[in-house]
């Protein structure tokens, strides 16, 4: 089970980051790659930031250097610090894993992640 946190309101120009914990053990946590998405209304679920169990990083086209992405294995625990808040970034923000130890490889759709949080809303106002 994935649980995301840290969503809220902010201004344009905030900072914000978000947590998303995993109820298992650290073992397997480690052998996860996770992903952060997000969905605005009206629109499809859009890839941000993943992160993978040998802790390589890769992010979306959209992103711009102000989104980064960190795990902490020993808390299980995922992290999405995003800087310079803009007003198009309000959307509900979804956590997503797969296990992919020993194998490699950027995850970046939907259809490859196997578990979801149930999301946190991020409102940016101007």
């Known amino acids: 089970q994935l649980v995301e946190s840290g969503g809220g309101l902010v201004q344009a120009g905030d900072s914000l980051r978000l947590s998303c914990r995993a109820s298992?053990?650290?073992?397997?946590?480690?052998?996860?790659?996770f992903g952060w998405f997000r969905q605005a209304p009206g629109k499809e679920r859009e890839f941000l930031a993943g992160?993978?169990?040998?802790?390589?990083?890769y992010y979306g086209h959209s992103m711009q250097g102000r989104f980064t992405i960190d795990r902490d294995n020993d808390q299980n625990t995922v992290f999405l610090q995003m800087n310079s808040m803009q007003v198009e970034d309000t959307a509900v923000y979804y956590c997503?894993?797969?296990?992919?130890?020993?194998?490699?490889?950027?995850?970046?759709?939907?259809?490859?992640?196997?578990?979801w949080g149930r999301g946190t809303q991020v409102t940016v106002s101007s």
């Open positions: 992160i993978e169990w040998s802790k390589q990083r």
């Open positions: 997503a894993a797969k296990e992919q130890w020993p194998r490699g490889g950027a995850l970046r759709a939907v259809e490859e992640y196997g578990d």
């Open positions: 298992t053990d650290s073992d397997t946590f480690s052998g996860y790659t």
